[in-house]
């Protein structure tokens, strides 16, 4: 089966040759290259910031800086570190002076999928979601005009912007078309989940598979968690106890968005505990109970969610199938920060 | 034959009343379906429609939808609904509605309602 993973690129020619027994794994192949649940293999991109390797690269090193910060102590990896599904590992995050946020840090995996970005959906693009931490008093805590000003005395980064965005100069849209560059390498690998899809029976275990059917069926988590990326690019009210964050609704006031969330993504889900937005459960198994039991607070709960009163053995499955999910953490280097 | 003349000449007028009555107030139907709106099964990003029209969004998806406009021209919460259902709006002034879905924000579309 490795073949055909290998055969979603250019091997597909080679095949052709092979007669006959090369034609029933082409069509495998079709099957597999229209597989909603398998990662299309372009990263998308605005067209005014393709990426390339300069890109990355400075974009990187901006990310892994703590000097973006006004205590020069913060960077945007110390939240979503590498180690730590691209998250913190944290109910909520941490922000300027030690203070613990209103939410816990979403993982960057996979954001250069997202159609709006941040819990509440507020920016539309990595470039500009970029921005907001460094400049927010609770996270970064940076001043945009001093940050530039410093960077542009810094001559190794006078040198990777211009190699990156040649004649734009050092600037708040060079520094984040920069960071989104890199944010768009942030993707996810191969799971036994992608492996099952692509043809391999053995890739994962039967109760993956009772999970994976549970997923679509009676547990009703593709209503809200979809594709390959497991989202709806969506908000929802999914009744968590105790809750009082207004989430999208200060955004958008329209009543059900009161108290929702974006839906997040569900790849490398056993990297990125604790879970929900509030980081109230610790496990997936918390989280399968949770909506077992139809969520806890029923005042303007989303109307997907309903009680499912699963088996013990139907959670467990769940679980199993959404471990599935987890592929091999990409190999990431720390950057040598310029000066 | 004066007083068949004049039973079809009314017959007419009413004739002709209704239709202009219909043609008045016409009624559409937007299909959501794979997270997008649709009329009669074509992506549709602008309808126009006519003062006093009415549109009824109906839920192709086999999850809830909630569509609403914020939109001064009409302002509105048709609430979440499920697969099969339908909910309609009237349009009372002219003007564009930005009309989209809370839960799903990629989903918009306009009416352009015209005298």
């Known amino acids: 089966m490795k073949c055909l993973k290998n055969m979603r690129g250019s091997g597909r020619m080679v095949l052709t040759a092979l007669g006959c027994a090369a034609l029933v794994v082409l069509s495998a192949n079709a099957k597999v290259d229209n597989d909603p649940y398998l990662r299309p293999e372009m990263v998308p991109a605005p067209a005014d910031n393709a990426p390339n390797e300069a890109r990355v690269e400075l974009g990187k090193a901006l990310f892994f800086d703590p000097r973006l910060s006004g205590s020069k102590w913060i960077s945007c990896a110390t939240c979503h570190n590498p180690a730590l599904g691209w998250s913190d590992g944290l109910p909520k995050g941490i922000g300027e002076g030690m203070k613990e946020l209103g939410r816990a840090t979403p993982t960057i995996l996979n954001t250069a999928y997202n159609k709006l970005q941040m819990w509440d959906g507020r920016f539309r693009s990595l470039e500009e979601q970029a921005l907001g931490p460094i400049q927010a008093n609770v996270e970064m805590h940076k001043d945009m005009k001093a940050l530039i000003a410093e960077l542009k005395k810094i001559s190794g980064y006078s040198e990777m912007f211009e190699k990156a965005y040649p004649g734009e100069g050092v600037s708040e849209k060079t520094l984040a078309k920069a960071i989104a560059s890199f944010e768009r390498t942030v993707v996810s690998t191969e799971s036994a989940f992608d492996r099952w899809r692509m043809g391999d029976d053995h890739a994962v275990a039967d109760e993956v598979k009772r999970g994976f059917s549970l997923f679509e069926g009676k547990a009703n988590c593709s209503r809200c968690h979809q594709g390959f990326n497991f989202v709806d690019d969506g908000f929802h009210n999914i009744g968590l106890k105790g809750n009082t964050d207004q989430g999208r609704f200060a955004k958008v006031p329209v009543k059900v968005l009161k108290g929702a969330f974006k839906t997040p993504t569900l790849r490398d889900i056993e990297l990125t505990a604790p879970y929900m937005h509030n980081g109230a459960y610790k496990t997936l198994e918390e989280v399968v109970d949770h909506y077992s039991r139809g969520g806890d607070m029923k005042e303007g709960l989303d109307p997907n969610i309903e009680a499912l009163n699963l088996s013990k053995q139907e959670k467990s499955d769940l679980v199993a199938f959404m471990k599935s999910l987890t592929g091999k953490p990409m190999d990431i280097t720390v950057p040598h920060l310029p000066n | ?115």
């Open chain 2, 1 to 115: 034959m004066k007083i068949k003349t004049k039973i079809a000449a009314l017959t007419g007028i009413v004739s002709a009343l209704l239709i202009c009555s219909a043609v008045q107030a016409s009624e559409y139907e937007i299909t959501q379906e794979h997270k997008t709106f649709k009329q009669n099964g074509e992506k549709v990003e602008r309808l126009q429609v006519k003062v006093g029209d009415t549109v009824a969004f109906r839920n192709g998806d086999r999850f809830f939808h909630n569509i609403y406009s914020l939109s001064d021209t009409k302002n509105f919460d048709l609430g979440s609904y499920r697969k099969g259902t339908a909910r309609s709006v009237t349009f009372d002034k002219v003007g564009l509605a930005e009309i989209e879905c809370a839960i799903h924000p990629e989903m918009y579309m306009e009416v352009e309602v015209i005298r």
